[in-house]
T-cell receptor
Framework: AQSVSQHNHHVILSEAASLELGCNYSYGGTVNLFWYVQYPGQHLQLLLKYFSGDPLVKGIKGFEAEFIKSKFSFNLRKPSVQWSDTAEYFCAVNAGPNAGNMLTFGGGTRLMVKP | DSGVTQTPKHLITATGQRVTLRCSPRSGDLSVYWYQQSLDQGLQFLIQYYNGEERAKGNILERFSAQQFPDLHSELNLSSLELGDSALYFC?????????????FGPGTRLTVL
């Protein structure tokens, strides 16, 4: 069974600081990787996804993530955070491409950006 | 707004009771997923339906059941409720079955069991 670890549970940054959130997964086969964001009081939204190809993927709102297969990692980055990035971030995987579409989520990272 | 609707938004009930949570997927989406988000277990996949048929099961308790109706809306039934069932229950929908089909999440139903 696959599992996902997000090592940072809470992160506090000042505006304009750079962000990197760690995500490691455990699964021996092909995986599809996702980052979701949950703004306060809102539903989960997809930030970006990786299926194959270029391991550096760009998502919405200036976020990007890098898939490093040898490290089983898919870290989320943003060069300069804004107060509006305050949210909870979830890394997720599924064992694609033919294993269905159920997502296994990490425990989430709460990001607070101070203005 | 993701296009996925869930009702009710909040539900407060007592131990031993039974509740039904409802989800309407985005227009055109055939697949519905249920997830549970709790403080101790995090966000966990419960069950998936595709065009009325159960397709995948995760960590869903035997006290819980779900179904997807011909109009594609889905209901999650939780019975013999326990304090530990208090959680946020999310529904998601996608067009198809594969990982290439993005899941769109609803706003969730917050269940409190007293």
């Amino acid at each position: 069974a696959q599992s996902v670890s997000q090592h940072n549970h809470h992160v506090i940054l000042s505006e304009a600081a750079s962000l990197e959130l760690g995500c490691n997964y455990s699964y021996g086969g092909t995986v599809n990787l996702f980052w979701y964001v949950q703004y306060p009081g809102q539903h989960l939204q997809l930030l970006l996804k990786y299926f194959s190809g270029d391991p550096l993927v760009k998502g919405i709102k200036g976020f990007e993530a890098e898939f490093i297969k040898s490290k089983f990692s898919f870290n989320l980055r943003k060069p300069s955070v804004q107060w509006s990035d305050t949210a909870e971030y979830f890394c997720a995987v599924n064992a694609g491409p033919n294993a269905g579409n159920m997502l296994t989520f990490g425990g989430g990272t709460r990001l607070m950006v101070k203005p | 707004d993701s296009g996925v609707t869930q009702t009710p938004k909040h539900l407060i009930t007592a131990t031993g009771q039974r509740v039904t949570l409802r989800c309407s997927p985005r227009s055109g989406d055939l697949s519905v997923y249920w997830y549970q988000q709790s403080l101790d277990q995090g966000l966990q996949f419960l069950i998936q339906y595709y065009n009325g048929e159960e397709r995948a099961k995760g960590n869903i308790l035997e006290r819980f059941s779900a179904q997807q109706f011909p109009d594609l809306h889905s209901e999650l039934n939780l019975s013999s409720l326990e304090l530990g069932d208090s959680a946020l229950y999310f529904c998601a929908s996608s067009v198809g079955l594969t990982a290439y089909n993005e899941q769109f999440f609803g706003p969730g139903t917050r269940l409190t069991v007293l």
